[in-house]
């Protein structure tokens, strides 16, 4: 009982799954989608200009191009992205799009990078924001940073467990202090300083052809291709909408489209303008900070905030907004993470257990396993940001390339029957030339930096997918089997219904959706303890899980299948004159759920003695328990310290 009420306390009261009224309220509209997974984008502009602009080296007056370039390829990927909600409205984004349209060995891989995009969403985040801080500190506090962002990614876990509309709404001050502050700064540097911008152009384009002129034409190109694509972390959280349309307010695919809306001019507005600001400011690396902070701190010296203190506060308003809003935006790991983990699982690429919601109605196993992965990420990069942007500007821009050559083969294959297929195939090829290119320059350029690590570790979990996947397509080949023994079991001549009496002997059976198990541990009791049982109650509880409770008609579709399997377990007692009845429950919880109607049931019955059947493997391990959840020991756990007797039959596969 305490440790219950200690866990309301921290993840708060448990929801009701079934309450159309509860996913309604968990719903997000377009206005807190963008503050919720939008701000993975925004705030990318808090390092990836800043890696765009390093890359350039002295050669600074090629920010130019950069600028213009970053405003394009963020509104080229989010109208690209656009058909991606309107072709897959019940979420899964890349995951979706490459298994869908590639096939399903593309979409693992696009799975593992999204995965592993996510897991990086969470340390870049927290990693730049803890660096926009440490701007603000003495260098001796920075030896600490690492602690701080392990602090943090800790604090998000909590606040995720409790559910990700409360988590926004805490975080959504931050988000519009950001918004705000930067829009002011973004603004007055650029008209402060507008006596430049007429010779901006002509200066850009002296300059660029006096370089092209010493060092050729193919190495301006390469320059600038370079720093485009070390960039790349920019345009990273595009895709989040798209993963995510399972979470947004009816109608989700108008939602979803507002939502990229806001997103692509926010990101586009603020990337190309702070990457005009180091222009125009004449930005320079100061040792302790980032380059956001001193461009930031030279142009509110220019306002003036009433001497060096107020300067010295407006300063730190602005970069605590910016820090926060990177926080914001490593909710966004949180919130997409467990959503791709959910999607996979339901394809048996990782354990189902992935499926599974807490009795806050989150993905409670992905939420725990996003935040462990990132802080070992944290801890093995040392949180280095410049190293965080490799790995996940490699990790996104393969998702990219794969959804949108997905797009690429969707439009051709349905040209004949779609008047728009030629404008929406060279908006999704000019995405993934774009994204492919990038994705090939970070390959080669930094492979030795960093590369290799994504590419091991996409590798890896790849691998381990393929290996889950076969052992539960194992699995289910041996339960058919199962089924298949069984679904010639004939029914008995008795025709109508047979009434159980309370009082009498009461076997009741808890089954799953297999026919063949059910069947089984009906039949195994009926021969070990011959005429003994007169009642035969069925009990099935249903998880609603995240793939079922991402669409309107999806519980209500569970509800109809659960409810003709246990039909026919009633109908087969009927037909052998067998009293019976059946109990279906839904919860997010199955060993909960099955334990509350085995109480309701021993009240009703109280002669009763419980059943159920548990795969048993020839080669049991530790991976096989992780791989399938163990539910059956953990009901009768629970049964038996409410005094009711279960009976665990072993079902070999």
């Not at 719903?27 to 390093?54: I, M």
């Amino acid at each position: 009982m305490k440790s219950r009420k200690l866990r309301e306390i921290v993840l708060g009261k448990a929801l009701d799954p079934l309450k159309a009224e509860t996913r309604h309220s968990l719903a997000l509209v377009a206005f807190l989608a963008w503050v919720g997974l939008g701000a993975d984008g925004l705030s990318s502009s808090a390092y990836g200009p800043e890696e765009t602009f390093r890359a350039l080296g002295e050669h600074t007056h090629l920010g130019l191009y950069m600028a213009i370039a970053t405003a394009v390829t963020v509104f080229i990927i989010a109208l690209a992205y656009n058909q991606v909600i309107e072709l897959f409205p019940t979420g899964g984004g890349g995951y979706r799009v490459a298994s869908k349209l590639v096939g399903p060995y593309m979409g693992l891989i696009a799975g593992c990078a999204l995965v592993l995009d996510y897991v990086l969403t969470i340390a870049i985040s927290v990693a730049a924001g803890v660096e926009a801080l440490a701007s603000l500190l003495p260098l001796g506090f920075h030896p600490y940073k690492l602690w701080a962002e392990a602090f943090f990614i800790g604090l998000l876990i909590i606040l995720n467990l409790r559910g990700m509309k409360e988590a926004i709404r805490i975080l959504l001050p931050i988000f519009l202090g950001f918004v705000l502050t930067h829009f002011a700064l973004i603004v007055y540097g650029i008209i402060a300083h507008a006596s430049y911008l007429p010779d901006l152009v002509p200066v850009t384009l002296s300059e660029t052809t006096e370089l092209a002129s010493n060092i050729g034409w193919i190495s301006v190109a390469g320059m600038l291709l370079l720093a485009y694509s070390q960039g790349g972390g920019t345009y990273t959280g595009l895709e989040a909408v798209s993963n995510n349309v399972n979470i947004l307010a009816e109608p989700r695919v108008h939602t979803g489209k507002m939502t990229m809306i806001y997103m692509a001019l926010s990101l586009a507005f603020t990337a190309s303008g702070i990457i005009l600001l180091y222009l125009l400011w004449d930005a320079k690396p100061v040792e302790g900070q980032t380059l956001n902070a001193s461009t930031f701190k030279a142009i509110i010296e220019s306002i003036g905030f009433g001497g060096e203190w107020g300067n010295r506060i407006a300063l730190t308003v602005v970069l605590v907004f910016e820090a926060g809003l990177l926080f914001v935006a490593a909710n966004t790991g949180f919130l997409g993470g467990p959503a791709v983990l959910a999607n996979m699982a339901a394809d048996s690429w990782v354990p189902h257990k992935f499926r599974y919601l807490s009795t806050r109605l989150v993905t409670q196993n992905g939420i725990l396993m996003m935040g462990i992965a990132a802080l070992a990420i944290l801890f093995w990069t040392g949180g280095s940001v410049t190293l965080l942007v490799v790995l996940y500007s490699i990790s996104v821009f393969l998702t990219f390339a794969i959804s949108l050559f997905g797009l690429c083969l969707y439009w051709w294959r349905h040209r004949k029957e779609l008047e728009v297929w030629k404008k929406r195939f060279c908006l999704s090829l000019t995405g993934f030339v774009i994204c492919a290119s990038i994705l090939a320059v970070l390959l080669v350029e930094r492979f030795a930096e960093g590369g290799w690590a994504a590419v091991v570790i996409i590798g890896a979990i790849a691998s381990l997918c393929l290996y889950i996947r076969n052992h539960y397509r194992d699995t289910k080949d041996a339960i058919h089997s199962v089924d298949q023994v069984f679904a010639n079991q004939p029914f008995g001549p008795h025709t109508g219904t047979v009434i159980p009496d309370p009082d009498a002997q009461t076997a009741v059976f808890i089954v799953g959706s297999s026919r063949g198990g059910g069947l089984h541990a009906l039949l195994w009791v009926q021969r070990m303890f011959p005429g003994h049982f007169k009642n035969f109650i069925f009990v099935n509880a249903r998880t609603v899980d995240s793939h079922a409770y991402g669409g309107e008609g999806a519980v209500e579709q569970m509800r109809a299948e659960a409810n003709a399997t246990l039909k026919y377990f009633i109908d087969f007692c009927h037909s052998h004159n067998m009293a019976s009845a059946a109990y279906l429950g839904f919860g997010t919880d199955v060993v909960d759920k099955v334990t509350k109607l085995c109480e309701d049931i021993s009240s009703k019955y109280p002669n009763s003695i419980f059943f159920t059947s548990k795969l048993i493997f020839e080669d049991d391990n530790w991976f096989t328990r992780l791989l399938h959840n163990q539910a059956a020991l953990a009901i009768q756990r629970r049964l038996h310290f409410e005094s009711l007797q279960m009976v665990i039959l072993p079902m070999k596969v």
